[in-house]
T-cell receptor, first 113, second 115 residues
Framework: DQQVKQNSPSLSVQEGRISILNCDYT??????FLWYKKYPAEGPTFLIS?????DKNEDGRFTVFLNKSAKHLSLHIVPSQPGDSAVYFC????????????FGTGTRLKVLA | GAGVSQSPSNKVTEKGKDVELRCDPI?????LYWYRQSLGQGLEFLIY????????KSGLPSDRFSAERTGGSVSTLTIQRTQQEDSAVYLC?????????????FGPGTRLTVT
């Protein structure tokens, strides 16, 4: 049972345009969500997070939106740059004090110059 | 400062052999995780260590898998009698402490290939 789903395995975007990566979850107990970026042969690196008490969190070119009623979150990258080309994972965890993170399968983003 | 390091970076082994994978977390981080990423899959939780508490081993796929963490620092993941389905990238992560608000810092992973 995949509790965190990233239904798009890949995405290509032109440099300078917006990249939108989507993530859906099924467990209503999740209350904290994170996005990680992964380059080949490297471990994932933390990008941005959002608590369920918010519906938006912004950090520079990266914005995460959370729609709790739809159990959906998205990561917006504006403007996209070739260096953003990587695999993006969303992760979720639930109930303060827990530590288990459930990861999606990732979306490979390719930003075309 | 130094990040999470893992060794070896690549390991090729024959089916049936035992392997040991090592993780050196960031100094001072009390929480340590092991994950596995198989081809085309997300990160699969394996085991979690927090301080001196008993580890959560609920993600280990079989009794061939075990892990220990010595002195609250270095961790070793051992796979006995390896099978081809064990082939994956094994990732270690550490976190300053338990809790959802602390993101994890990942090592570069060990790519295990079982022939």
């Amino acid at each position: 049972d995949q509790q965190v789903k990233q239904n798009s395995p890949s995405l290509s975007v032109q440099e300078g345009r917006i990249s939108i990566l989507n993530c859906d979850y099924t467990n209503s107990m999740f209350d904290y969500f994170l996005w990680y970026k992964k380059y080949p042969a490297e471990g994932p690196t933390f990008l941005i997070s959002i608590s369920s008490i918010k519906d938006k969190n912004e950090d520079g070119r990266f914005t995460v939106f959370l729609n709790k009623s739809a159990k959906h979150l998205s990561l917006h990258i504006v403007p996209s740059q070739p260096g953003d080309s990587a695999v993006y994972f969303c992760a979720a965890t639930g109930a303060s004090g827990t530590y288990k993170y459930i990861f999606g399968t990732g979306t490979r983003l390719k930003v075309l110059a | 400062g130094a990040g999470v390091s893992q060794s070896p970076s690549n390991k090729v082994t024959e089916k049936g052999k035992d392997v040991e994978l090592r993780c050196d977390p960031i100094s001072g981080h009390t929480a340590l995780y092991w994950y596995r990423q198989s081809l085309g899959q997300g990160l699969e939780f394996l085991i979690y260590f927090q301080g001196n508490s008993a580890p959560d081993k609920s993600g280990l796929p079989s009794d061939r898998f075990s892990a220990e963490r010595t002195g609250g620092s270095v961790s070793t993941l051992t796979i006995q009698r390896t099978q081809q389905e064990d082939s994956a990238v094994y990732l270690c992560a550490s976190s300053p402490r338990q809790g959802a608000i602390y993101e994890q810092y990942f090592g570069p992973g060990t790519r295990l290939t079982v022939t």
